[in-house]
C-alpha cells in the first residue's frame, strides 16, 4: 500500500527525482555498444554526472563525478553560458549538462566549469580523463569534428579548434569581439528559431562554414538587472518587433587555410534570417535555409564552398507563415534528399532530387510528421533497407508514435511503437536501433533500446510505481489526468486535460484553476507521466481541480488549426477559453463562480487577456513573466504572429494587455524576475504603471536578480509556487 502523504511544494524540487529513474541526454555510442547519458546526484537531482550503460555487459557505469572536477562553491558560468543555457531553459542546471560520442565510439568530449575534457572509455579510470582546455576564458558549443580530428569550440566570440593528435590549439576566426561574433549563434537564433549554434562542419573534417554576426544594426536599450543587493545597468541590443535585426554572413573556409574564407551568397537582401546551414555528403557544397524577415518565404539554398555561389532548390511559401524544422537529410547512397513542409496544411515528409524536383510525397493524412518538441519528425533514414522513421501523432493529437514508411515506393506507414501514450525516440546514426523515452498518463516514463522494427533489445529503465519509486509515497493522493475535448467556434477540435482532487465528493462543487500556457507553437494536453504532475498535483492534493485547454493557435495541430490567431493574439485564444469555462460550469462537481486562471510567459499573458477581456468567467488570476505590449518582444516570435506594429495597429492594439488594463475588476497576482531578459522586467512596470494609475489593486511578487525560468530553480521556485497557491487559497477559498 501507498504512504498517505502529501506532495509538497518543496519536495518538488528535492532530490531523488519525483519521476524516477531516467536517462537524460541519452546518445547511442556509434558503434552501438554503448548508451551514455546524464544522471542527478543522489544529493541533488540537478547536478548532473555523466553514466553509460554498456550493452555487452548489461550494467551501468558512473563515468564522470562532475563534482570531483567543479572548484569548491560549484561553477561560475561566464555571461554568455549564462544566457546560452537560459535560451536553452537549461539555467537551473549544474555539473555536466553536455558531451558528445566521438566517432571511433571510444572518446567523450564534455564540456565543464568553462574547459573542455576528454573522456577515453578504453583506459584506466585513473587515466581516461584528459583536460583539452584550462583557460581563464570559457569555452562554449565544444563538439568532435565528425570524423574526431578535431574538437571545435567558441571562444572569446571566435571559433577555435584543437588538433587532437598534437593538442595544437588555432584560431579559425579572428574579428570577433564587441559587436561582432563568429561562429555564434544571435539571441534571436538562439530564442526564437531553436538554433543553437553558429558553425558547422563538413562530414571529411576538411572545412567549417560559421556565421558572422554584427549586432549593430539593433536597437541599444538599456535593461536593468535588480539584485538584493545592487543594480547593474545592462546595455542589451534587443530587437524589438519592427526594428531592425543583427546583420548575418556565412563564411566558409579549410580547416588548414582559414584565412582564405569563401562568402557564401545569401542574396541582395540583408534583412534576411540564416535558419539552418549543412554540409552535403560530399563535403563542397552547403544546404543553406534563408528565411524571409516576413517569414512568408522560406528558400532552401544550394551553395558552393569554393565559389561562394547559391541557386535555389525550392522555396515554401505561406499566406501566414512558414514554420522553421530540422527535417532536412541528404542521403549518402544517392543524390536525394528528404525534406518536411506544411504546405498542404499539416507537416509531411516528401523526397527531392538534387535539381529540386520533387520525387514522392513520403507521408500522407491530416496528422502531424512531427517530434516532441514540435521541431524534428524525421528520426532516421535506412538507405540500405530503404526506410524512413518518423514520429507522428496520426492515432491522437494527445499522443506520439514512431512510424516508418518505404523511400522508394509508395506504401501504408507501419506504426513501430505500440503502447499508448507519448514516445520521445532517439535512433542511432544508421537507423538500426533506436532509445524509446515512453510514458503515459498512468506511468513514468521507462527508456527501452528497441530494434528498428520495433522487438525490444534491452530494458534499460523500467520505472515502475512500486515502493522502490520516489513518487510512491504520493499515490493516495494521486489525481490522475482526465482529457476529452470540446468544438471551437468554428468547429474545430480542441483537446483539454482535468485533474480533479481525489478527495472529490459527490454532490460538493469545486473551484477550477486553469493552468494554460495557449500560445502559438505550444501543446501543453500530452497523454504523457509529465503533463499531470509537478506544481499541478500539488494544486489538486490542495482541493483544486485543474484544467488546461489547448485553444486554437496552439501548435502540433495543423495550419488552420494554429494560425487562427494570426494578426490578432488573444482573440480566438481567450474566446475558446471562456468556451471552456461555460462547459466546466454545466459540470455538476465545478463551482462556476470559483473559476481562476494562471500561467507562464505566453500563459502569463494569456492569464492577464482573460481577467481582463472576460471578468465574468474567472474569478482570479496569477501571471508570471508576462509579455504586455508586443512591440516590446523580439522581432522573429513577434512579426510571425502578428506582422510589425506599423503593418498590423489595430492587431497590436487588440493585443496590448494595457488596453484592457484600467478596466481590472477581478483580483490579480503579478510575479516577475527583476533581472529577466527575455520578456523583460519592463512588461510588468508598464502593467503596474497602468493598474496604479487607473486605481487598480493588484497583488505584486517580484524576484532581485532572478531570470524567466526562476520558477524551475530550486532557490527561488518554491517560493514563487507557494506565492501562488496562497493567493488562490484566498481568492478561491476550497472548502475543507
Known amino acids: 500500500m501507498a504512504q498517505s502523504e502529501q506532495l509538497t511544494l518543496q519536495r518538488l524540487f528535492n532530490g531523488p527525482d519525483l519521476a524516477g529513474q531516467s536517462l537524460r541526454s541519452a546518445r547511442i555510442a556509434p558503434d552501438g555498444q554503448l548508451v551514455a547519458y546524464l544522471r542527478g546526484a543522489e544529493d541533488d537531482k540537478d547536478r548532473l554526472d555523466l553514466w553509460a550503460f554498456d550493452l555487452r555487459t548489461r550494467s551501468h557505469r558512473q563515468l564522470i563525478d562532475a563534482r570531483k572536477l567543479l572548484p569548491p562553491g560549484g561553477e561560475t558560468l561566464s555571461a554568455e553560458e549564462a544566457a546560452r543555457r537560459e535560451r536553452q531553459r537549461s539555467s537551473a542546471l549544474s555539473g555536466i549538462v553536455d558531451y558528445a560520442f566521438a566517432a571511433d565510439s571510444r572518446r567523450l568530449l564534455v564540456p565543464l566549469g568553462g574547459d573542455l575534457y576528454l573522456y577515453d572509455l578504453a583506459a584506466t579510470p585513473d587515466k581516461a580523463l584528459r583536460r583539452l582546455t584550462q583557460t581563464t576564458a570559457y569555452e562554449t558549443d565544444a563538439r568532435f569534428s565528425p570524423r574526431a580530428t578535431y574538437v571545435s569550440f567558441i571562444r572569446d566570440q571566435n571559433l577555435w579548434v584543437i588538433d587532437l593528435a598534437t593538442g595544437r590549439e588555432s584560431a579559425i576566426t579572428t574579428a570577433g569581439g564587441g559587436l561582432i561574433s563568429e561562429g555564434m549563434a544571435e539571441f534571436i537564433a538562439q530564442e526564437e528559431m531553436d538554433r543553437q549554434t553558429g558553425y558547422w562542419w563538413a562530414p571529411d573534417d576538411s572545412r567549417l562554414a560559421w556565421a558572422r554576426v554584427d549586432e549593430s544594426p539593433v536597437a541599444e536599450t538599456q535593461r536593468f538587472e535588480i539584485n538584493a543587493t545592487d543594480v547593474k545597468v545592462v546595455t542589451q541590443r534587443y ?35 540564416l535558419a539552418r546551414v549543412q554540409f552535403l555528403p560530399d563535403g563542397k557544397r552547403l544546404a543553406v535555409q534563408r528565411q524571409s524577415r516576413d517569414q512568408r518565404t522560406l528558400d532552401l539554398l544550394l551553395a558552393d564552398s569554393a565559389s561562394g555561389s547559391t541557386r535555389t532548390l525550392l522555396t515554401e511559401t505561406s499566406t501566414h507563415w512558414v ?14 534528399f528528404v525534406w518536411a513542409s506544411d504546405r498542404d496544411g499539416w507537416r509531411h515528409l516528401y523526397l527531392y532530387d538534387l535539381q529540386g524536383k520533387l520525387l514522392r510525397k ?23 533497407n530503404g526506410w524512413v522513421y518518423y514520429m507522428s ?91 476529452g475535448t470540446l468544438a471551437a467556434s468554428d468547429g474545430q477540435t480542441m483537446h483539454w486535460q482535468m485533474l480533479k482532487p481525489r478527495s472529490l465528493q459527490p454532490g460538493k462543487r469545486y473551484p477550477v484553476i ?32 485543474v484544467f488546461t485547454l489547448d485553444n486554437r493557435g496552439t501548435g502540433q495541430r495543423g495550419e488552420r488549426f494554429e494560425s487562427a490567431s494570426w494578426h490578432r493574439l488573444s482573440d480566438v485564444e481567450v474566446e475558446d477559453q471562456v468556451a471552456a469555462v ?62 510589425t506594429p506599423e503593418s498590423n495597429p489595430a492587431g497590436y492594439k487588440s493585443a496590448n494587455v494595457l488596453t484592457y488594463a484600467p478596466s481590472l475588476k477581478r483580483p490579480l497576482l503579478l510575479i516577475h524576475g527583476m533581472a529577466d531578459d527575455n520578456v523583460l522586467f519592463q512588461h510588468s512596470t508598464l502593467l503596474m504603471q497602468s493598474l496604479q494609475a487607473a486605481n487598480r489593486p493588484f497583488d505584486l511578487m517580484t524576484y532581485p536578480g532572478a531570470k524567466h525560468g526562476l520558477t524551475r530553480r530550486a532557490d527561488q521556485g518554491p517560493h514563487a509556487l507557494n506565492a501562488v497557491l496562497r493567493f488562490f487559497e484566498r481568492e478561491l477559498r476550497p472548502e475543507q
Do not use: C
Not at 252 to 266: G, N, R
Not at 418 to 435: C, E
Not at 597 to 604: D, E, F, I, Q
Open 393 to 483: 501523432n496520426a492515432i491522437s493529437p494527445v499522443q506520439r508514435q514512431l512510424y516508418r514508411v518505404r523511400l522508394d515506393k509508395d506504401s501504408a506507414p507501419q506504426q513501430i511503437t505500440q503502447a499508448a501514450g507519448w514516445h520521445s525516440v532517439r535512433m542511432s546514426d544508421d537507423a538500426s536501433v533506436f532509445l524509446d523515452y515512453h510514458s503515459s498518463h498512468t506511468q513514468p516514463q521507462s527508456v527501452t533500446l528497441r530494434a528498428a522494427e520495433g522487438r525490444e533489445l534491452q530494458p534499460l529503465v523500467r520505472n515502475p510505481l512500486d515502493a522502490t519509486h520516489p513518487y510512491f509515497p504520493y499515490l493516495d493522493h494521486h489525481a490522475t489526468p482526465e482529457y
Open 239 to 273: 530587437p524589438y518587433a519592427g526594428t531592425p535585426n543583427a546583420r548575418v554572413q556565412l563564411f566558409t573556409a579549410a580547416v588548414a587555410t582559414p584565412q582564405q574564407a569563401v562568402q557564401i551568397d545569401l542574396g541582395s537582401n540583408t534583412d534576411i534570417y
Open 362 to 384: 513520403l507521408t500522407q493524412g491530416e496528422s502531424m510528421s512531427i517530434g516532441d518538441n514540435s521541431q524534428s519528425g524525421l528520426r532516421g533514414i535506412d538507405e540500405k
Open 323 to 336: 514554420p522553421l524544422h530540422d527535417d532536412l537529410r541528404f542521403l549518402k547512397q544517392s543524390s536525394r
Open 514 to 545: 486553469f493552468s494554460l500556457y495557449g500560445g502559438p507553437h505550444a501543446q501543453n494536453v500530452q497523454d504523457n507521466w509529465g503533463a499531470g504532475q509537478g506544481f499541478n498535483q500539488v494544486l489538486a492534493n490542495a482541493g483544486f481541480i
Open 582 to 643: 461555460a462547459w466546466l460550469r454545466t459540470q455538476p462537481y465545478v463551482d462556476g463562480a470559483r473559476i481562476g486562471v494562471w500561467g507562464w510567459s505566453y500563459g502569463g499573458y494569456m492569464a492577464l487577456q482573460t481577467i481582463l477581456r472576460a471578468p465574468d468567467s474567472f474569478a482570479a488570476a496569477v501571471s508570471g513573466a508576462p509579455v504586455t505590449d508586443w512591440r516590446l518582444y523580439d522581432t522573429h516570435y513577434t512579426e510571425r504572429y502578428m506582422g
